[in-house]
Nanobody, 120 residues
Framework: VQLQASGGGLVQAGGSLRLPCAAS????????MGWYRQAPGKQRELVAT???????NYADSVEGRFTISRDNAKNTMYLQMDSLKPEDTAVYSC???????????????WGQGTLVTVSS
């Protein structure tokens, strides 16, 4: 089972980016999913989470600007980032609680990060 995040890049302040995170491999089910970020010199922080039924939760710093969503048919989660600020610059990583087979337990998987740079 793998998670692949992509979509990072350089954007000007006020701009938008959309980050997809695709799960692949032997997947029986996907439970909660989430986006995290780590800015240079700072600890990793939670950005947003989404449950299997679509309930969302956001960090105060991104509430109203970022939107997390998922397409269960495609095993893919998205982070739509609007009104980006220089302080949003970070490596964004995705994580998901997944069950690989009907006989295994759920565990968290992490994807590699994608760099988002917001210029002022």
């Amino acid at each position: 089972v793998q998670l692949q995040a992509s979509g990072g890049g350089l954007v000007q302040a006020g701009g938008s980016l959309r980050l997809p995170c695709a799960a692949s491999g032997s997947i029986f089910s996907i439970n909660a999913m989430g986006w995290y970020r780590q800015a240079p010199g700072k600890q990793r922080e939670l950005v947003a989470t989404i449950t299997s039924v679509g309930t969302t939760n956001y960090a105060d710093s991104v509430e109203g600007r970022f939107t997390i969503s998922r397409d269960n048919a495609k095993n893919t989660m998205y982070l739509q980032m609007d009104s980006l600020k220089p302080e949003d610059t970070a490596v964004y990583s995705c994580a998901a609680s997944m069950i690989a087979t009907i006989t295994t337990k759920a565990r968290w998987y992490w994807g590699q990060g994608t760099l988002v740079t917001v210029s002022s």
